[in-house]
């Protein structure tokens, strides 16, 4: 309901505007220019949606790793894991990649390209979010379950493997559905650095055909089905797993 009432109002506000303030003609499908205008402006899903892909694949990775010295006892091993969390949480995703694609190669002659800087900056970044999630999630398991493996002779590690994550994961799924659409939307950022996404895209038509008002009026409804379709699988996922539990 929201979600339609949403597009109601932006449909109202377009049909508010006069013929002179819009001139749709320049992303009508029905001329050789709009349409070429718009597949240059589609053509930037591809790079958004894999770019988010590898990020929140690599941020999950790096935030199950970060998260596992919380769990030990150790307060050595805990500030570590409290200290990587607030420090990157704090740092704005476009200062870090500004940093990691022009301070980085300064720093330490190590240079990328814009996509794979774009990557590790989204991927770090979200990486704090996926700790907490993860410690979250595996601090919801009952300490019986510890218990029943430490029964067994397992180790923590195998304990973790195959007792505590297979649960924790299944609980923490939809958290991890919801970060992946904050990442496509953050991904916007990374066209600061010519990276081809969705934003990049529409910021190089701007300046040709000098139609702001169009293109970003397109680029929101670009982002807005990509976030609507993506927060809808991520409804369905929630439902199976509330049926399945």
Not at 7 to 12: A, D, M, P, Q
Not at 63 to 84: D, E, F, H, M, R
Not at 218 to 227: C, G
Request: hydrophobic share 50%; charged share 15%; net charge positive.
């Amino acid at each position: 309901m929201k979600n339609f009432i949403f597009l109601l109002f932006i449909l109202l506000f377009l049909n508010s505007c006069t013929n002179s303030e819009l001139d749709w003609l320049i992303l009508s499908p029905n001329n050789v220019n709009g349409l070429t205008n718009i597949k240059f402006l589609v053509s930037g899903f591809t790079t958004t949606i894999y770019i988010s892909f590898i990020s929140i694949f690599i941020s999950i990775i790096i935030g199950l790793i970060v998260a596992i010295p919380s769990l030990a006892q150790n307060k050595i091993l805990t500030y570590l894991n409290i200290g990587y969390v607030e420090l990157v949480r704090a740092i704005p995703l476009l200062v870090l990649i500004l940093w990691i694609y022009y301070g980085l190669p300064i720093m330490t002659g190590l240079s990328f390209s814009p996509f794979v800087s774009g990557i590790i900056a989204l991927s770090i970044s979200e990486s704090a979010f996926q700790a907490e999630i993860f410690r979250a999630g595996i601090n919801s398991i009952k300490k019986s379950q510890w218990e029943a493996g430490s029964s067994l002779g397992f180790t923590f590690f195998k304990k973790l493997r195959l007792i505590i994550l297979p649960q924790a994961i299944k609980n923490i799924l939809p958290a991890i559905g919801n970060q992946f659409v904050y990442v496509l939307k953050m991904s916007s950022l990374v066209s600061i650095i010519g990276i081809g996404d969705l934003t990049r895209k529409a910021n190089e038509l701007v300046v040709t055909t000098y139609r702001p008002l169009e293109i970003y009026t397109f680029l929101i409804f670009e982002y807005l089905i990509l976030i609507l379709v993506v927060s809808y699988l991520v409804r369905k996922l929630e439902k199976k797993l509330e049926m399945s539990n």
